[in-house]
């Protein structure tokens, strides 16, 4: 599925948008916001502007999450040009034109990487001799259970089942529906448990919903603070 956003009438010339357009088309939702955030020009603010206006209406309108979205296209065209004069010597006039641009973005989700199919002579190679005798399965299915504990530790306190008092996490700004299920999924349902998160706590989600950073950058923490005093609760 493909969503778009257009930036009609932007007071910048088509060429100087390109620029920017041009860095961004084919990455990753979260590492364009961050290219845009960290280029001086003005044309980055109003791409960064378009591009989060196409994610919005994905998360909102398409039950999409922002991590899983690539820029497919981002293309500049030209706008009308507005024409001034500025006075100049003996009666005369120099022309000024006030160019302006509109600006699409269109954002999709990232293609699943497929697995090239192995030649025989590669399978062969890479399949390893193992003695006859050795029969010992159980092993691994007894180290996956430490192993789980331990993943469900670093997420911090989570629930098993659903609390009959469960917030709305869609409340919080960048939290739409479809991310809401994910947090659901991993025991996640009170502004109070991420008003709690730890350091560890928010790596661990980082990596899990491939966030690179978002936690942080859009202040989970703060937003769910606000949002448990304004319920009257403790935060």
């Known amino acids: 599925m493909e969503v778009r ?3 009609k009438y932007a007071r910048i010339s ?7 357009a041009r860095e961004i088309q084919g990455m990753p939702v979260s590492d364009a916001l961050d290219t845009l955030t960290y280029t001086p020009k003005k044309a980055a603010l109003l791409i960064g502007k378009t591009l ?4 919005a209406n994905a998360e909102n309108n398409h039950e999409m999450v922002a991590e899983t979205m690539v820029v497919k296209e981002a293309h500049v065209t030209d706008g009308p040009t507005s024409r001034r004069f500025k006075p100049r010597a003996r009666g005369s006039a120099a022309a000024i034109r ?3 641009s509109h600006i699409y973005i269109t954002l999709a989700e990232a293609p699943e990487e497929e697995e090239k199919p192995k030649s025989a002579k590669a399978a062969k190679k890479a399949a390893p001799k193992q003695p006859a005798k050795a029969e010992k399965a159980p092993a691994p299915a007894a180290e ?3 192993a789980a504990e331990a993943n469900k530790e670093a997420l911090g306190f989570v629930y098993d089942e659903a609390p009959e008092a469960a917030d709305d996490l869609k ?3 960048g939290v739409g529906p479809a991310l809401e ?3 659901h999924g991993f025991g996640v349902y009170t502004y109070q448990q991420i ?7 928010i790596a661990a989600f980082d990596d899990l919903l491939s966030f690179k950073g978002r936690i942080e950058r859009d202040n989970w923490q703060e937003q769910a603070k606000t949002l448990q005093s304004e319920n009257g609760g403790e935060a």
């Open 171 to 173: 409340k919080i700004s």
């Open 52 to 55: 989060k206006s196409a994610v």
């Open 195 to 201: 008003v709690d998160w730890t350091p560890e706590n």
């Open 181 to 183: 299920a994910k947090l």
């Open 14 to 20: 088509a060429k100087k948008a390109r620029d920017v």
């Open 98 to 100: 006030k160019r302006t």
């Open 5 to 7: 956003a257009i930036h």
């Open 144 to 146: 996956e259970a430490p």
